[in-house]
């Protein structure tokens, strides 16, 4: 039976309908998300990871080098340590740095320049990033051998010189100076013409060449002898996102190319379902039956 308005009526005798409307209640399920910047796609200023170089380099130290810095190669062999000892996904990365040489204290300064790794997909990473190299001593740069190839130069130079200021005096003890209304004159002696001649000659020569020697020399700077093989700390000084990209801090997640699949952003609300219907058997209705006259006696 029903009331007038249609709705179902107990009369006594338990179900008088065979459907069980049931209707969720919306409890505002939450997707799970994960940050934007989390350790599987964001490394964060300040992460360092130990490589090894496997270029090695002659850093130019002169003046002028920080104009033309010499590029080097390094292979990072470890994930990569992040603050609050978290790891990243860098290991086997390369990145490339440029050097010039510190004659002062005999380091070879670097600042990286790109960075590049392979993910397990196969998408290829090559980003620009902002770093520097510390030694196994932990200073900042790589110790180096300072060299110094000018020496033989500034060598040669000297003796020229030398020779060239004794050839000149030997020439001036061939010649006689007399004194005349109009100054002092200076003349060779006739017997000693080609004596003269070959010394004055000398001086010349000699003159020219320390001038050779001197400009060669110029040409010449130190430079820092940098080792393949050496394990170094690379410091990333400004943080970046792993694909490359520039994000939005605010949305919901970001795929790290070193998942093995791509993550995919939900909304942060689940709407709730709509309401179903649940058909009972025969079965069902006569024990839902009896336990509703029970419950009634009772």
Same mark, same amino acid.
């Given at each position: 039976s029903s009331a007038a308005? +249609?709705?179902? @009526?107990?009369?006594?005798?338990?179900?008088?309908?065979?459907? #069980?409307? #049931?209707?969720?209640q919306n409890l505002g399920f939450k997707a799970s998300t994960t940050p934007s910047k989390n350790p599987d796609t964001?490394?964060?200023?300040?992460?360092? %990871?130990?490589? %090894?170089?496997?270029?090695?380099?002659?850093?130019s130290a002169g003046n002028t080098s920080q104009n033309n810095p010499t590029p080097t190669l390094f292979r990072i062999i470890d994930p990569g340590t992040l603050p609050n000892h978290h790891k990243s996904h860098l290991k086997d990365c390369v990145a490339t740095a440029a050097a010039i040489g510190d004659i002062s204290s005999e380091r070879g300064q670097m600042r990286l320049e790109r960075l590049s790794?392979? /993910?397990?997909?196969?998408?290829?990473?090559? $980003?620009?990033? $902002? +770093?520097?190299?510390?030694?196994?001593e932990g200073k900042n740069g790589v110790r180096g051998i300072p060299l110094w190839r000018e020496g033989a130069l500034l060598k040669r130079a000297f003796i020229a010189g030398s020779l060239s200021g004794l050839s000149s005096g030997i020439a001036q003890q061939y010649t006689s100076t007399a004194l005349n209304p109009y100054g002092a @004159?200076?003349?060779?002696?006739?017997?000693?013409?080609? =004596? &003269? /001649?070959?010394?004055?000659? %000398?001086?010349?020569?000699?003159?020219k060449l320390a001038e050779y020697n001197i400009r060669r020399a110029d040409q010449y700077h130190p430079v820092i002898q940098l080792s393949a093989g050496t394990i170094v700390d690379i410091?990333? #000084?400004? +943080?970046? &996102?792993?694909?490359?990209? =520039?994000?939005?801090? =605010?949305?919901?997640?970001v795929a790290s190319p070193f998942a093995m699949t791509?993550?995919?952003?939900?909304?942060?609300? $689940?709407?709730?379902?709509?309401?179903q219907t649940l058909p009972l058997t025969s079965q069902q209705i006569e024990l839902l039956k009896s336990q509703t006259t029970q419950s009634a006696n009772s």
């Open positions: 308005d +249609g709705s179902p @009526v107990n009369d006594g005798t338990g179900i008088s309908e065979d459907i #069980l409307q #049931l209707t969720p964001y490394v964060p200023s300040g992460t360092f %990871v130990r490589a %090894v170089m496997i270029g090695g380099a002659d850093a790794c392979v /993910g397990p997909t196969g998408q290829i990473i090559d $980003l620009p990033v $902002l +770093g520097t190299v510390f030694g196994p @004159v200076t003349t060779v002696n006739n017997s000693d013409i080609f =004596k &003269y /001649g070959a010394a004055q000659g %000398v001086s010349n020569a000699m003159d410091v990333f #000084l400004e +943080g970046f &996102y792993l694909d490359g990209q =520039k994000h939005d801090e =605010k949305a919901d997640t791509t993550s995919v952003t939900t909304p942060n609300t $689940l709407p709730p379902p709509p309401p």
